[in-house]
Nanobody
Framework: VQLQASGGGVVQNGGSLRLSCAAS????????IGWFRQAPGKEREGVAC????????FYADSVKGRVTASRDNSENAAYLQMDSLKPEDTAVYYC???????????????????WGQGTLVTVSS
């Protein structure tokens, strides 16, 4: 599976962005989709995970209520809607596929198989 993350950019404090994760080479509906981020000098952290069938998602406490993960299996894509962005949300954001349920792997990068290249989100204060 090849993943292409896009949609990052520079936004002001309180702004919104919608990240996309497009897949090729395989159907995404066989995988859960995880979203991670990595800020400079910090470890990669889990942001969200969405199950194979849309409707079940997990979120980091730091983004809960501000971020919504979704997927469109017919488009072979996943999305991360981010609202009320804060400067501390600045990071490179990655999407990744996982073979088992979000409840088991959601914030564990080593449990994901395929990764996109990342898209940079910068939130200015």
């Amino acid at each position: 599976v090849q993943l292409q993350a896009s949609g990052g950019g520079v936004v002001q404090n309180g702004g919104s962005l919608r990240l996309s994760c497009a897949a090729s080479g395989s159907r995404l509906d066989s995988y859960v989709i995880g979203w991670f981020r990595q800020a400079p000098g910090k470890e990669r952290e889990g942001v969200a995970c969405i199950s194979k069938s849309p409707g079940i998602s997990f979120y980091a406490d730091s983004v809960k209520g501000r971020v919504t993960a979704s997927r469109d299996n017919s488009e072979n894509a996943a999305y991360l809607q981010m609202d009320s962005l804060k400067p501390e949300d600045t990071a490179v954001y990655y999407c990744a596929t996982g073979a088992v349920s979000c409840s088991i792997i959601w914030a564990k990068p080593s449990r994901y198989t395929y990764w996109g290249q990342g898209t940079l989100v910068t939130v200015s204060s």
